[in-house]
């Protein structure tokens, strides 16, 4: 019998630069999620090519933006995933700017290069999300009880003034949580990472934030270590879809969460999924009524290894 089982591997292993210089989901202002579908018999040349094309952009955009990828672990065969970590929204324009002449976004390559990336991925496969870490307000849902659940962390007035002109002031998901930074697992450091979706009710879309943001307090306080659970808004796709990124240390860290669900403790996650989460005002209601139903997806995506 093994008594030292293998370390799951973690994105971090990607990048060359330290984990302090690694941009991920908690430090992050905005993630850009793509997929695509590998095309049969390409596997190979793919992955090789995610992987120099990672290095190289890594490698030249220190500091401003960090890519990690990633690959279905249970879902369909052959589905790469990449996390594109962006230190702000402005540093956003200026690599997709820096990648227009190929068509690749912030992938992109100068112009006039041809590594015949495009005929590796199915045609249509493709998708792009932009992500942005929750925050009370954000998208018009602040409410009193949002108000409420504010963390320290994070400031409650959302609005800032920049260059004369007011914006909603984006702030890394690691203010979500009360607990340490440096203690909270990332896509950069986690063995495995779940994402989750779900579409609310838009006539509950502000109730919804509060159950979501409470719900992944509840597990990070209770998996700490193990377990870290960040909320995502999706800023040019479907209203009110969220995101949740589920960082788990390894497998078995899947069924300790199962635990955690299955526990009668007043301090585990069930006790949010019973309570009453609408006013009576409103009608009252737990969260499966602010929850459209069937909408709920996860997808288990684990760190690419490079050979």
């Known amino acids: 019998m093994n008594d030292f089982p293998p370390t ?31 095309r049969a018999g390409h596997g190979p040349r793919a992955r090789s090519a995610t992987r120099a094309l990672a290095e190289e952009f890594n490698e030249r955009n220190e500091g401003i933006a960090t890519v990690l990828s990633f690959e279905d672990a249970f879902g369909t065969r052959g589905r790469l995933h990449w996390l594109i970590h962006l230190r702000s929204m402005r540093d956003y324009t200026a690599l997709t ?9 912030v992938l992109g390559r100068d112009a006039g290069e041809d590594d015949g990336w495009e ?15 929750h925050r009370w307000g954000i998208f018009g849902t602040a409410t ?66 509060v159950l979501v943001r409470t719900l992944a307090e509840t597990y990070n306080l209770n998996a700490k270590g193990r377990t870290t659970v960040l909320l995502f808004e999706e800023a040019f796709g479907q209203m009110d879809r969220l995101h949740m990124f589920i960082h788990m240390a390894d497998i078995e860290a899947y069924q300790e969460l199962m635990a955690l ?11 949010s999924y019973i309570q009453e989460w609408i006013s009576p005002e409103r009608g009252g ?9 069937d909408s709920t997806r996860d997808g288990l995506l684990v760190p690419r290894t490079f050979g």
Do not use: C
Request: aromatic share 4%; no cysteine; charged share 20%.
């Open 8 to 38: 799951a591997a973690t994105a971090q292993h990607q990048v060359r630069t330290p984990p302090d210089k690694t941009l991920d989901t908690a430090s992050a202002e905005v993630v850009l999620w793509r997929s695509a579908q590998i």
């Open 97 to 105: 700017q820096r990648g227009a002449d190929r068509g690749s976004g």
């Open 119 to 133: 005929e590796l991925f199915e045609a249509g496969s493709v998708q792009e999300t932009v992500l942005l870490p």
């Open 144 to 209: 009193q009880a949002m108000a409420q659940q504010e963390s320290t962390r994070e400031g409650l007035n959302p609005v800032e003034t920049v260059d004369g002109r007011t914006r909603f002031q984006l702030l890394p998901a690691a203010r979500q949580s009360s607990l340490p930074i440096d203690s909270l697992l990332t896509s950069a450091s986690s063995g495995l990472l779940m994402h989750r979706t779900a579409q609310v009710h838009y006539a509950y879309r502000a109730e919804a934030r």
């Open 261 to 271: 669900d299955a526990s009668p403790d007043p301090s585990a996650p069930r006790a």
């Open 285 to 293: 209601g737990t969260w499966d009524k602010i929850v459209v139903q």
